[in-house]
């Protein structure tokens, strides 16, 4: 049995990453800081790259948890656009995040992305990719990435997640499916390169 510290505070990935390691083994033992009491971190993502801002992550934890620290870095890239780096940053523009309800953040998010969609003709290729970081107790690094090819849409498929609005709008091409409508089973199979992912970083 592996103890394995997330290290993270968004409720939405500590799920999704629970969900993805139990395909992997069962018998993992996931904390989380809120399991272990330890204060939020307010971590400055000043990387260079996706796994340059994994490694910041699993980072600043180091010497306060007594297992392996898993981290990731998520960026939503489109053909034609590159890696869109801020879109929350983009969609806010002036306005003060602070300001806002979820729910309003959620829907200038939502807008956002329909409006690139939308500049290349209401749809186009484009592809989560991700980096993940593990430091182990002797402190050594791996690293891995993943990359899942989607089609961005201007059109809502179903009710737009609050944190995720941009799921509402793609389908995978791996099942040719909008991932909103996705069963349990289509979810694992658009999720395969990043369950493969973690399975390369925890051998």
Do not use: C
């Not at 200038?108 to 290729?125: H, S």
């Amino acid at each position: 049995m592996k103890k394995i510290f997330l290290a993270t505070n968004n409720h939405g990935k500590i799920e999704r990453f629970k969900n993805l390691l139990n395909q992997i083994d069962n018998t993992f033992e996931i904390y989380t800081p809120q399991d272990l009491n330890i204060e939020p971190l307010d971590i400055e993502e000043n990387g260079k790259t996706l796994s340059e801002n994994a490694i910041i992550k699993a980072k600043a934890y180091l010497g306060k948890v007594d297992m392996s620290i898993l981290a990731n870095d998520t960026g939503f890239y489109v053909e034609g656009e590159g890696l869109v780096e801020t879109p929350k940053r983009i969609a806010l523009g002036e306005t003060n995040e602070r300001t806002l309800t979820k729910e309003e953040i959620g829907e200038k998010l939502l807008n956002f992305w329909k409006g690139v969609a939308t500049k290349y003709g209401g749809k186009v290729d484009a592809a989560w990719v991700e980096s993940f970081a593990l430091i182990d107790l002797n402190g050594s690094i791996k690293i891995v990435d993943s990359r899942r090819e989607v089609v961005l849409t201007d059109q809502e498929f179903g009710k737009a997640h609050i944190q995720m609005p941009v799921r509402t709008l793609y389908y995978s091409k791996t099942t040719n499916k909008p991932a909103i409508l996705h069963t349990q089973e289509e979810e694992v199979l658009e999720m395969s390169p990043v369950i493969e992912a973690l399975r390369t970083i925890l051998n």
